[in-house]
């Protein structure tokens, strides 16, 4: 079993930054490959970023690419998201994921998710 709490999340203006932890309880975590999702008002939840269980492959949404990263500690049982050159259309609900054994874009692939981290970007 593993559980999973995002913080980090908050109100940011455009062309900001914020960075989002996801911090795992269970010593099987470091094992899994952790995702990264957003869920926007109305609209269904999408994939932002994925990281495998080594840490030595990530993957983008394209619509994140090249502002967002994504990186893990196994030793300290986290992954993070850090979010630069924010832009309005990136306010969502953010939620972490994990459970899968690759770093699936695909939400049904993941046992384990987050209660959520609302972030607010500003124009």
């Known amino acids: 079993q593993v559980q999973l709490v995002e913080s980090g999340g908050g109100l940011a203006q455009a062309g900001g930054s914020l960075r989002l932890s996801c911090a795992a309880s269970?010593?099987?975590?470091?094992?899994?490959?952790v995702g990264w999702f957003r869920q926007a008002p109305g609209k269904e939840r999408e994939f932002v970023a994925a990281?495998?269980?080594?840490?030595?492959?990530?993957y983008y949404a394209d619509s994140v690419k090249g502002r967002f990263t994504i990186s893990r500690d196994n030793a300290k049982n986290t992954v993070y998201l850090q979010m630069n050159s924010l832009k309005p259309e990136d306010t969502a609900v953010y939620y972490c994921?994990?459970?899968?054994?690759?770093?699936?874009?695909?939400?049904?692939?993941?046992?384990?998710w987050g209660q959520g981290t609302q972030v607010t970007v500003s124009s």
């Open positions: 269970g010593r099987t975590f470091s094992s899994y490959a």
């Open positions: 994921a994990a459970g899968s054994s690759w770093p699936s874009r695909v939400l049904y692939e993941y046992d384990y």
């Open positions: 990281i495998t269980w080594s840490g030595g492959n990530t």
